[in-house]
């Protein structure tokens, strides 16, 4: 057996976590919110993208990790500002 340990995980760069998809469990954890109606209010206000699909035609969807990380970044700074609305 080898000395050196093999990593079970791959490990992202910025790259492929800029264009790596979190599914609604994931956003949960990552914002610290509790309700998925919550989370879909806040795509609703423009304050979230849209969910975009995983396949053509699918029902599974998911957000950018780059919009979700970008959305708490936003409450770290200031968690009592008015939203921001996404363009």
Known sequence: MSSKSHQLTPQLTQTDEAIRIM???EVLV????RSRRYI???VKNGELPRPVKLRKGGRAS???AA???EFVR???IDPLAP???LR
């Not at 990552?30 to 919110?33: E, I, Q, R």
């Open 40 to 42: 879909y209010t806040l």
């Open 74 to 76: 936003r409450m770290e």
């Open 67 to 69: 919009a979700v990380h």
């Open 23 to 25: 599914r609604m469990p």
């Open 30 to 33: 990552m914002t610290g919110l």
């Open 62 to 64: 998911g957000w950018p």
């Open 83 to 85: 939203p921001v609305k």
